[in-house]
């Protein structure tokens, strides 16, 4: 596992002489990513330096466009993510107005010291600098001029069309889950607390693990979802429910239900992490308790006859 460093004062910049770079947000990690990274391990080989994943402590559109943000992955799983992802260091830069206002030559030499990269491999569409204004072709220039090899990757799966966190956010608003994960090459995941909740579940025959999930956290669109929950790193399968019930609305705070089938546990405080699998039907406001329940019944044997353990 990589180690990951944040650029404070303690920073040593001398990591990034004779390196390999991928560098970008890398929200959700993706399979476009995940190319990036392997591309700048297989330069390292050739350099004989570090490989590094170049990214930011949050995502730039948190500041700038937050009301629009729709993450894949926190910033703490992103990160923990890069640094399994075979590097040999993850570099966070510390990313605010000031730096951000920075014009993309400026960006670049603040960023790197005066210490450039062997290689340096980003995705064609990379953009960099104040409002963004810095493109591949600056890039470019500064890496003739700096001595640095600078690779601007096409990222496109097998239809043509682009491997992007965008195309990846509206697959899982739709509901289309399978379609998400193949661009991923991961499942779509989310990793939260457990809190307390109505307690109905129980009643009913069905408890629930509760989870309140940020609207930034929730690309996917409200639904009920085949899904596994890891617990402790042991994997289970899960019934889970996206949003509030028409039901229950106005009950709980709570907009993320699962039941864990085979389980029994207080989870109560203690972290879970949810992979979804499978869209299953939209939020329903049922007419009884036994419409309810036999819905929900319903769905529990559907995961468990269809996801396999």
């Given at each position: 596992?990589?180690?990951?460093l944040?650029?404070?004062?303690?920073?040593?910049?001398?990591?990034?002489?004779?390196?390999s770079?991928?560098f970008?947000?890398?929200?959700?990690?993706?399979?476009?990513?995940?190319?990036?990274?392997q591309?700048?391990i297989?330069?390292?080989?050739k350099?004989?330096?570090?490989s590094?994943?170049?990214?930011?402590?949050?995502?730039?559109?948190?500041m700038?466009?937050?009301?629009r943000?729709?993450?894949?992955?926190?910033?703490e799983?992103?990160?923990h993510?890069?640094a399994?992802s075979?590097?040999?260091?993850?570099?966070?830069?510390?990313?605010?107005?000031?730096?951000?206002?920075?014009?993309?030559?400026?960006f670049?030499?603040?960023?790197?010291?005066?210490?450039?990269?062997?290689?340096?491999?980003?995705?064609?569409?990379?953009?960099?600098?104040?409002?963004?204004?810095?493109?591949?072709?600056?890039?470019?220039?500064?890496?003739?001029?700096?001595?640095?090899?600078?690779?601007?990757?096409k990222?496109?799966?097998?239809?043509?069309?682009p491997?992007?966190?965008?195309?990846?956010?509206?697959l899982?608003?739709?509901?289309?889950?399978?379609?998400?994960?193949?661009?991923?090459?991961?499942?779509?995941?989310?990793?939260?607390?457990?809190?307390?909740?109505?307690?109905?579940g129980?009643?009913?025959?069905?408890r629930?693990?509760?989870?309140?999930?940020d609207?930034?956290?929730?690309?996917?669109?409200?639904?009920?979802?085949?899904?596994?929950?890891?617990?402790?790193?042991t994997?289970?399968?899960?019934?889970?429910?996206?949003?509030?019930?028409?039901t229950?609305?106005?009950?709980?705070?709570?907009?993320c239900?699962?039941?864990?089938?085979?389980?029994?546990?207080?989870?109560?405080?203690?972290?879970?992490?949810?992979?979804?699998?499978?869209w299953l039907?939209?939020m329903?406001?049922?007419?009884?308790?036994?419409?309810?329940?036999?819905?929900?019944?319903?769905?529990?044997?559907?995961?468990?006859?269809?996801l396999?353990l």
């Amino acid at each position: 596992m990589g180690l990951i460093l944040t650029v404070d004062n303690g920073f040593d910049p001398s990591i990034f002489e004779n390196s390999s770079c991928a560098f970008g947000v890398f929200d959700g990690i993706h399979r476009g990513h995940q190319y990036l990274i392997q591309q700048a391990i297989e330069s390292a080989k050739k350099c004989g330096g570090h490989s590094i994943a170049l990214t930011f402590d949050i995502d730039p559109d948190e500041m700038f466009h937050p009301a629009r943000l729709k993450k894949l992955m926190s910033n703490e799983d992103r990160l923990h993510f890069l640094a399994e992802s075979g590097v040999d260091d993850v570099i966070a830069f510390h990313f605010t107005r000031e730096f951000a206002a920075k014009a993309p030559w400026e960006f670049l030499e603040t960023s790197f010291f005066g210490r450039t990269p062997a290689y340096l491999h980003v995705g064609d569409n990379f953009r960099f600098g104040k409002c963004d204004s810095g493109s591949v072709i600056d890039l470019k220039r500064w890496g003739e001029e700096t001595g640095t090899h600078i690779h601007a990757h096409k990222l496109v799966a097998e239809d043509g069309k682009p491997i992007s966190a965008t195309r990846i956010r509206l697959l899982l608003a739709d509901g289309k889950i399978e379609p998400a994960e193949e661009l991923l090459g991961h499942p779509y995941t989310i990793h939260q607390r457990v809190e307390h909740g109505r307690g109905e579940g129980a009643d009913l025959g069905f408890r629930t693990a509760n989870l309140s999930i940020d609207p930034q956290m929730k690309p996917i669109s409200d639904g009920v979802y085949a899904a596994y929950a890891c617990v402790d790193g042991t994997r289970y399968r899960a019934a889970v429910s996206v949003g509030v019930s028409p039901t229950f609305e106005g009950e709980s705070k709570s907009n993320c239900e699962v039941h864990i089938l085979d389980f029994n546990e207080d989870l109560y405080g203690r972290d879970l992490r949810i992979e979804f699998k499978h869209w299953l039907r939209p939020m329903i406001k049922f007419a009884s308790t036994e419409e309810l329940v036999n819905t929900v019944n319903g769905n529990i044997a559907w995961v468990k006859e269809n996801l396999p353990l």
